[in-house]
């Protein structure tokens, strides 16, 4: 998202950050003063962990995140939200902020029934939310694309000037991958090699002219991708998570030029010692920034002016309301299908009476965890009024009550669906499906009841 907000600096808006993670520090060096909400990691919890730990730290966490969000957006009044976050996308269609999203991930890139209904549930909803949705991909367009998206180049954050003494190689890991041995038997063979994971190395602001410098890159998220195809740099995909072995795949199934993707250690060194030819792509962040602000600026080229409209200059917010409580039905039930199809034998085994048990303080504890987040998002607001702080207490405080009396719904369902077990997997599954639902639907209530009630006062003095 730095790379679109450099974009709209450069066309005459103001920006403000929000998103936090993994990105944080780029942020900073870039000049920005970010929000940072509740982390969420579901690549983590569920790839890396199971069914259990997804509805015991990702769901509560999701939505900490959309009540901080939305709190933070109430606060800042911006004229646009363009994210790439799913839970900003959900807060800010609480808070009537114009939608502008960033998304490559389509269901059509996972094999996995999960992961497909996974990225087909957020696609649609942000499909259907977002003003514009923006599809920035290296491959050709292919059915898989969502009709009502528009294609973009790859986005890519722009550094100042060419690097005096560029490596050979430029390897970047992502967030949940290693590739420091690799790095290692290139510098064997001779190579000289920038490792960003390296203690040496000091980050940068922008790593694109250290790209643009090198003979090759080597990486495995789509960030990296997308820097190599603007630097017009050979890169070599060597995937980790499942999102990235599933852009691996599109990216050998189009045989796109520039990229070669390499499962194994040995095979990154034949690529690196054979590059392919160099990719050649527009920076689609200019595309994103002219757009949001020409949209922004004259939404409707054909509307009588307004004589008493006041002209300010665009401000737009990315981000990677207590209203979001109603979002809640909608991450019950993406829970509840994880959790319905990913029952297999050996998940079920010791413990399903105990995990069953347990489901219900985890649900209780989302009423907790909601008060934390209210004190949260008051906190990290730099700008904000005592009113509100006030009001996202209160509500975060009747969500507790709301909260429990969903866990006790989950519990009596997931005590059901344990009786179900010598009834074998499938039934299992089924029973898990209803109960979850059924669960989802009293939390759903519960989030429409307050949303029904909740008014969060405007916040002033908030524009710079």
């Not at 969420?40 to 962990?49: A, N, P």
């Not at 959309?66 to 911006?78: R, S």
């Not at 959900?90 to 490559?104: G, I, N, W």
């Not at 490596?167 to 890991?173: A, C, G, L, M, S």
């Amino acid at each position: 998202m730095l790379a679109v907000a450099d974009a709209v600096e450069r066309r005459g808006g103001r920006v403000r950050m929000a998103g936090g993670g993994a990105g944080t520090q780029f942020v900073a060096l870039n000049g920005y003063d970010e929000f940072e909400p509740t982390d969420v990691d579901f690549i983590d919890t569920f790839q890396g962990g199971s069914t259990w730990e997804t509805l015991s730290r990702s769901l509560p966490a999701s939505l900490s995140r959309i009540v901080e969000y939305q709190a933070w957006l109430t606060a800042t009044e911006p004229d646009a939200l363009v994210t790439d976050d799913m839970f900003a996308a959900m807060a800010a269609s609480r808070c009537d902020v114009p939608l502008y999203v960033l998304k490559h991930d389509m269901p059509s890139l996972y094999r996995d029934r999960i992961e497909r209904a996974g990225a087909g549930f957020h696609t649609r909803f942000q499909l259907s939310a977002a003003r514009e949705f923006f599809y920035p991909v290296v491959w050709p367009e292919s059915g898989g694309d969502p009709e009502a998206a528009t294609r973009i180049p790859p986005v890519a954050l722009d550094g100042d000037g060419a690097v005096d003494d560029p490596p050979d190689v430029v390897v970047v890991p992502s967030h949940y991958s290693s590739l420091s041995t690799i790095a290692d038997h290139l510098r064997r063979q001779g190579y000289d090699v920038l490792d960003v994971a390296d203690d040496e190395w000091d980050p940068v602001p922008s790593l694109l002219p250290y790209v643009r410098g090198a003979d090759a890159v080597v990486c495995s998220g789509y960030s990296t991708i997308m820097d190599a195809a603007v630097a017009g740099t050979p890169c070599v995909v060597h995937p980790a998570t499942d999102e990235q072995r599933a852009v691996a795949d599109w990216l050998e199934r189009f045989d796109v030029d520039g990229f070669a993707v390499a499962d194994r250690p040995i095979d990154v060194l034949d690529a690196v010692a054979d590059p392919p030819t160099a990719p050649e792509f527009e920076n689609g962040a200019d595309v994103i920034a002219k757009r949001v602000l020409t949209d922004l600026r004259d939404p409707d080229p054909y509307a009588e002016a307004d004589d008493d409209a006041a002209s300010t200059a665009d401000q737009v917010t990315t981000a990677t309301g207590l209203r979001s409580l109603v979002a809640v039905p909608t991450l019950a039930a993406v829970a509840a299908t994880t959790a319905a199809t990913t029952v297999a034998p050996a998940r079920i085994g010791r413990g399903v009476g105990e995990r069953a048990a347990r489901l219900a303080g985890v649900a209780r504890g989302v009423g907790g965890r909601l008060g934390s987040a209210g004190a949260r998002a008051v906190a990290g607001l730099r700008h904000g009024s005592s009113a509100a702080s006030r009001r996202v207490r209160q509500v975060a405080s009747e969500s507790s009550h709301g909260a429990a009396a969903a866990g006790r719904t989950v519990a009596d369902a997931a005590t059901e669906t344990c009786s179900s077990v010598s009834g074998g997997v499938r039934s299992l599954g089924s029973r898990v499906r209803d109960g979850l639902d059924a669960a989802a639907g009293a939390v759903g209530s519960t989030g429409r009841g307050l949303a029904a009630r909740i008014s969060v006062p405007s916040v002033t003095g908030v524009r710079q």
